[in-house]
């Protein structure tokens, strides 16, 4: 089956275990011409665990802007293109905005392949109400702007979902305690990965274990909405 020509591709990628990763996207990354990669050296690893030979190209937050100009004019014309981040699905809290639109204007067509993402399965096993959820990406690294953010998230009766990294997970815990309050917390650790690991509790007891060990990994964190009962 030929892939059609002057396509971009979004290509989900597993987000720890390579097993996690659809027989439609290993065949996509070999028929397509080139993959745009925000970490080649990762994804290298993923492409050699599968033998595929594809044409590796950079693309990440520091280069996307030119990169971008030159990925469209390939795709224009007529290669097949693939975007795919370093873990999990592309676009999302990742590289890649800029090329999509780039891509919508020039009316080149975009090809979703759908797979892994932190996102749904941190929620999936949260424990906390999905029938509605609001997903916020990683915050600002800045403690102040940090917490006026938390602020306008403190009343959302929606269960937030929210990246961080490891060593600014404790100032984050310490900026929800403050601005959120007391909240049931569920924080993901490298899942998928040998050393996954969920906690479940309250900020104060996330805060007080990770006081204590050693953060490691990316963390994805579910927390709770706010609830009628703490309305005053």
Not at 10 to 24: A, C, F, Q, Y
Not at 54 to 67: A, I, V, W
């Amino acid at each position: 089956m030929n892939t059609p020509s002057g396509t971009l591709y979004l290509v989900s990628t597993p987000i720890g275990n390579l097993e996690d990763i659809t027989l439609r996207a290993l065949r996509i990354l070999k028929e397509i011409d080139l993959i745009a990669a925000e970490d080649t050296r990762q994804t290298r690893r993923l492409l050699t665990h599968y033998n595929i030979q594809t044409p590796l190209t950079s693309y990440f937050e520091g280069n996307q802007q030119m990169k971008g100009d030159q990925l469209i004019k390939r795709l224009k014309a007529g290669e097949t293109i693939a975007i795919v981040s370093d873990a999990g699905t592309p676009i999302i809290s990742d590289p890649g905005y800029p090329l999509l639109r780039g891509c919508i204007e020039a009316e080149i067509p975009i090809v979703p392949i759908p797979g892994a993402s932190a996102v749904v399965t941190a929620a999936s096993i949260s424990g906390l109400p999905l029938h509605n959820f609001t997903f916020e990406g990683f915050l600002s690294p800045k403690s102040g702007k940090r917490k006026r953010q938390l602020r306008v998230l403190a009343d959302e009766e929606r269960t937030l979902i929210l990246f961080e990294s490891p060593h600014r997970i404790r100032r984050f815990l310490e900026d929800v305690l403050e601005m959120v309050g007391e909240r049931d917390i569920v924080i993901a650790r490298e899942l998928t990965k040998r050393f996954e690991e969920v906690f479940r509790g309250s900020v104060s007891e996330a805060l007080e274990k990770f006081r204590n060990t050693e953060p490691r990994g990316e963390f994805t964190i579910v927390i709770a909405g706010f609830s009628a009962k703490e309305k005053k």
